[in-house]
C-alpha cells in the first residue's frame, strides 16, 4: 500500500466525477435540493390536504328523525354538519362520497330521552376514510354533548350535584425533553433518509469508476500503470466513499437550514423574517411547536455511526459493480440492492421495535434504530459499541472483498 | 529486453471447456529490435502480451521485462515498459494533459519533470494546438497522439503494440508505423502484433507467426521465405499455418 499512489488515484477520480453529470446529480444537486425540497413538498401537501379536510362541513343524513324533530333541528343549527334529506340509498352515498355518514335516530328519541333513557344511536362512517371519519367525529360530539346535557337536568330534577358522574377528571401532559419528542417524530424518518442516501450517493461513482472503466476501456490502460491494484481499488473507493458521505451530509445540512428558516413560514404568521434579531425567538418557538428541536449531540451521533456503514455500502456496491462488463449491466445489479437497504431500514422507522442484543447486530436496521434513539437523547452505550464494532468488522470484510476481487483477472478481464 | 520462455495461458470457458489461448510461447527481442507477432483473430496475440505486460498472470511458464519477473517483480516490469492496445482508451472527461498528467504521477515521476517531459512530447508529436482539450471530442488521430504520449511519459525501455493500428485509417495508420519505427532508432525493444502481413514486412527485425496459441515458426523476413520457398509473406504465412493444421 502506497499512500502517494493512492491520493494520486483518488484525486484524479475525484476530478473525473465531478464532471460527470450522473454523479453530480447523485452526489450534489438532489441530496441538497431535490431531497429537502420533495420532503417540504409532501410535508406541505399532507398538511394542505389535512386542514382542508378539516375546514370541510361534511354531509350528512338523518335517519328516524321525524319523531325527533328538536334534535334534527339542533344538530343542523349547530353549523358543524350540513344534514341532507334522506333517501334510501345512503349507503351507496356514503360509499360514492356524496354524504360523509349517516345517524340512525331510535323512533321516539326525543320523547323517550325526557323521559330518562333511550335506545342506541347509531352512526355509519366509511372506516379508514379521514372525511367520513370526521364527521363521524363531530357527531359523536354532537350527541355526546346531548347526553351530557340530559344526564345534568336529571341530576338537577333530583337536587344531585354534578360530581356525582364525573368525580374526578384525567388530564395528560408531556414530561419528555423536547429533543425527545423530536427524536421521536423525526428519528423514525431521518436514519432512513440517510441510509438511502448513502447508498444512493455512492451508487453512481461505483459503477463508472469500475464497469464504467471497463467499458469505456481504460481499466487496462491504468492497469498497466506501475501503480499496485490494491492502490487504484483504495483510491477508487475512496472516491464512492467521498461521494456517499458527500450525499448524506450535503441533504442533512440542506435539510436543516430549510427547517430553521421553513419553520417560520411554516407557522404562518411570524414568516417575515426581516429583523433577524427579533424574530430568531419567534421563528424558533415557531418552528418547535411544527419540527420539535433535535439534540446536537444526536446528530453528532449519528454521523458517526453513519461512517461504517458508508464503508460498508461503498465497498459493496463497487464489489457488485466490479462483476459487470458495462454500466447497463452493473445498473442492473445493483439496483436491486436498493430494497435490500430499505427493508431493514423500514422495519427501524416502525414504533415499537426496540433496540437489543441481537438487533443490534443486524447492519442497517441497527443503524436506523440506534439513531432513533439517539436523536432521542438516548444513549445505550453498550449498544453503540455493538453497532459500531460489528458494522465496523462487516465494512473491513467488504473492503478486503473489493480488493480480493479487483484482483481477479476473470473479474477484471470478464471475456 | 524482453524474454518470453514457455509462456502458457489457459481460460476455462463454460461452453468451449478448457481453451489454452496461448501455450508454450518462447521469443526474446532484444534492445533496438522490433519483432513481430503475427496471427489471425483468436491466435492468441493479446493474451501472450498481456501476460508480458503483467495483466494477466501465465498459467506456467515465466518471461521478463528488462531483466524483471512478470510475475514476482510486475510492478518493476511495467515501469520499464509501455502498453498501447487497440483496448487502452483515454479518459473521456479529461484533457489530453491531464491524461498524460496522471499516468506520468502514477509513474513516480516529479511535476517539473512531467512538465518537461510533455513539453518534449507535444513538439515531437505536435499535439500542442489540443493539449488542453477533452479527450472525448478527439479524433482517432488526436486520440492516438495522446495515447502514445501516455505510454511514453516515463520513456520505457520496452514498448509492446498490440495491433495499435486497428480500425485506424490509411494516414494514422502510417503515422504509427513510423513512430514505431522511431523507438526502435531510439534503441528500444518493441514487440508489435498484428495481423496486417503489410505491417510487419515494412517493419519487423524478427517476425513470429502464432497460431492456435503457439508460435509455429520465427525468422527474419528472408529466413521465412526460405523456409516456405515462397516470396510473398502472406502466402508463406498460409503455408506455415497450412502445414500445422494439417497435421
Ligand atoms: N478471458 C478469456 N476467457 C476465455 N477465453 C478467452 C479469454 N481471452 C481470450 N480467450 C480466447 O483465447 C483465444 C485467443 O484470444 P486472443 O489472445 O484475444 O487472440 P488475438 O489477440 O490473437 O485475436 C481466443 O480463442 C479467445 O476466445
Ligand atoms: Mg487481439
Known sequence: MNWSNIITVYAKELKDSLRDRRTLMSMIIIPTFVMPALIFGVGKIATTVFSKARSEIPTVMVLGGETSPGVVAALGDSKKVNIVPTAADWKQQISDKKIRATVQLPVNFERDLAAGAAESVIIYNYDGELKSGFAANELEKFFRTLRERAVATQLARRGLPATLIQPFETKRENVAPPEKVGGNLLGGIVPYLIIILCFTGAMYPAMDLTAGEKERGTMETLLCSPVARVDIVLGKFLMVLTSSLAAMVLALTSMGVSFAVGGAIFSGGGAKVAVVGKVADATSAAASSVMPSIDPAGVLGVLAMVLPVAVLFSAVIFTVALFAKSYKEAQSYVAPLIFVVIMPAVVGMLPGIELNARLALVPILNLSLVCKEMLSGIWHWNYIAIIFGSTCVYAGVALALAVKMFDREDVIFRA | ?247
Request: glycine share 8%.
Open chain 2, 1 to 247: 529486453m524482453i524474454e518470453a520462455r514457455f509462456l502458457t495461458k489457459s481460460f476455462r470457458d463454460k461452453k468451449r471447456g478448457e481453451i489454452f489461448a496461448a501455450r508454450d510461447v518462447s521469443f526474446r527481442v532484444e534492445p533496438g529490435q522490433i519483432y513481430g507477432l503475427l496471427g489471425a483473430n483468436g491466435a492468441g496475440k493479446t493474451t501472450t502480451l498481456r501476460m508480458l505486460a503483467t495483466l494477466l498472470k501465465p498459467t506456467t511458464g515465466a518471461a521478463t521485462i528488462a531483466g524483471h519477473d512478470v510475475v514476482t517483480a510486475s510492478t518493476q516490469a511495467r515501469a520499464q515498459l509501455g502498453f498501447l492496445a487497440a483496448s487502452t482508451a483515454l479518459y473521456g472527461r479529461l484533457t489530453a494533459r491531464e491524461m498524460i498528467t496522471y499516468f506520468g504521477e502514477l509513474n513516480g515521476m516529479t511535476s517539473a519533470a512531467i512538465r518537461a517531459r510533455i513539453k518534449v512530447l507535444a513538439d515531437e508529436l505536435d499535439m500542442h494546438e489540443f493539449l488542453d482539450r477533452r479527450c472525448d471530442k478527439f479524433s482517432t488521430g488526436m486520440k492516438q497522439k495522446t495515447s502514445i504520449a501516455r505510454t511514453l511519459i516515463h520513456d520505457p525501455a520496452v514498448m509492446i503494440f498490440d495491433e495499435p493500428t486497428l480500425g485506424l485509417d490509411v494516414m494514422t495508420a502510417r503515422s504509427i508505423v513510423k513512430f514505431v519505427r522511431d523507438c526502435k532508432a531510439r534503441g528500444k525493444t518493441v514487440v508489435y502484433s498484428t495481423h496486417v502481413m503489410s505491417e510487419v514486412e515494412k517493419l519487423c527485425d524478427v517476425i513470429g507467426i502464432i497460431h492456435g496459441g503457439r508460435l509455429l515458426a520465427e525468422g527474419t523476413l528472408a529466413q521465412l521465405r526460405e523456409k516456405t520457398g515462397e516470396q510473398d509473406i502472406e502466402e508463406a504465412f498460409i503455408k506455415i499455418v497450412g502445414m500445422e493444421d494439417a497435421k
